[in-house]
């Protein structure tokens, strides 16, 4: 099934979604069976793949390596063209909607065309809002726009509330790669109130609190990437709970 189609179905039956990003500066395909492995041990159920920049080039060859190697869904999740490759389900097809850099307005996308026309891949419009967050963080280096003021939450629902009368199909809240604070509780809530389309949360959780409160107030969908960069333990604080591990559990407390 298609991978949007089969999102939106979770998310009516109430499953919230978990997204691991693998950031291509950050991963070498040599490291992957182990980190797949916790990956797959987790409640993850989508993978991203994508960085704001891609310095060698290793997009291709990691999404072919995912690919062999898990049963997860792999979304590209791009911050330029080059990101583009055949070897995933579906692209985020995104617009920064919340910066007036025409560039991460409709320039990339225009100049995606020419690798999408053949391509199978699924193409997801996504509207992509990056919220200021205590640091400056890759995105809005690279973009050169500023991220929007977390106090301003009515111009962060109207802009949100733009992006899907405009057609987008997801809404994507970006606090940025290791945000000091993660999106609030307040920005969530407010948004989310307002949406039909899926809301996804990124950027800063480092929790399972942090998850479960995001999940609590309405993101359907949370991405994390460096809170599993940084700690492959992490992992194992969101585990799936299955009756062998209650078993190992109960056996080593
Ligand atoms: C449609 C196509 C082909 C491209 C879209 C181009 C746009 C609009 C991108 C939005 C802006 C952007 C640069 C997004 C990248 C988002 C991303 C994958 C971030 C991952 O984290 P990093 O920002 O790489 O964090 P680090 O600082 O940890 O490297
Ligand atoms: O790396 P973290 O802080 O988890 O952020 C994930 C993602 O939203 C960045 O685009
Ligand atoms: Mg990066």
Known sequence: MLVLKSLLKQIISGQKLLTVLIDPDKMEVEQLPTFLHHVHQSVATH??????????SKT??????????????????????SQLTSHADALLFLSLISGDNAEYLIKKQ????????DSQLEVIPTGYL???????????????????????????????????????????????????????????????????????????????????????VGADIVVIGTAFEENLKFFNEIKKVTSSSITHEIINP
């Open 47 to 56: 993978i991203f793949l994508g960085g704001s920049t891609d310095e060698a």
């Open 60 to 81: 291709d060859s990691l999404a072919k390596a995912i690919k062999a190697q898990s049963h997860l869904p792999l979304v590209l999740f791009p911050g330029d063209v």
């Open 110 to 117: 225009v100049a995606a065309v020419s690798k999408l026309r």
């Open 130 to 216: 990056l919220i200021e967050n205590g640091k400056i963080t890759t995105v809005e280096r690279v973009t050169g726009t500023k991220p929007m003021s977390r106090k301003n939450i009515q111009l962060i629902v109207d802009t949100a509330k733009a992006g899907e009368l405009l057609g987008m199909k997801l809404i994507y809240l970006e606090a940025g790669s290791g945000a000091a604070h993660p999106i609030s509780a307040e920005i969530i809530k407010a948004v989310k109130s307002e949406l039909k389309v899926p809301l996804i949360i990124g950027g800063g959780i480092k929790s399972k609190a942090q998850l479960d409160a995001a999940y609590s």
